[in-house]
């Protein structure tokens, strides 16, 4: 049987890609934390993360462009004209492809927007999503090792069992980033 430090170092990279590909966020600041923990490598979780964070950015991206014509694209390409945040970064597609992944609420809704209402051009919007995949990664697997160091502060003395030294920190940075996100999310119409 597998100990938990096992299976994070042997799946910890693949689940880094695919978790940040899907949720992002919390998925990316755990992965920090658990770089800072040893068990997994720092710079190759920084590269998870961003390569997940890019691929599903451009898999939304390619798909709204290919079904540019589908009357389900048309119709929430319309109804997000209706925002004015959508009118202000239209405005500006190459701004809008560097700080889509630095947006929660429009993950979704900025890829869909760029392929179908600008003119961007899949190669730029490709090596500006990848500088941002990048950035955003960098900035939230470090959040997450600064995370992962103040929960050892925390838990210093305590002989706990591994899986609960892996558990309480991964556990806690995904309580306080849904929090944070849903808190987001109430602040920002249309998130």
């Known amino acids: 049987m597998f100990a938990p430090s096992d299976l994070i170092s042997q799946f910890g990279l693949l689940a880094v890609f695919g978790t940040a590909a899907v949720e992002g966020d919390a998925a990316v600041v755990t992965a920090g934390v658990l770089a800072q923990r040893g068990l997994l ?95 955003w990664s960098f900035i939230l697997v470090h959040v997450g090792r600064q995370t992962g160091h103040v929960i050892a502060r925390l838990f210093k003395g305590f002989d706990l069992p591994e899986w609960v030294e892996i558990g309480i920190p991964v556990a806690i940075v995904l309580v306080l980033t849904v929090f944070a996100v849903r808190k987001w999310r109430k602040r920002v119409p249309g998130a």
Do not use: C, Q
Request: net charge positive.
């Open 41 to 135: 490598p720092l710079w190759p979780v920084i590269f998870a993360g961003m390569a997940g964070g890019w691929f599903s950015d451009l898999l939304i991206y390619h798909l709204a462009r290919r079904y540019r014509h589908h009357p389900r694209t048309i119709r929430g390409v319309e109804a997000a004209r209706k925002w004015r945040f959508f009118n202000m970064f239209v405005a500006y597609p190459m701004l809008l492809a560097l700080a889509i992944r630095f947006m929660p609420g429009v993950r979704t809704a900025g890829p869909v927007a760029l392929a179908t209402a600008t003119p961007i051009t899949p190669l730029r919007y490709t090596i500006l999503t990848g500088i941002a995949a990048f950035i």
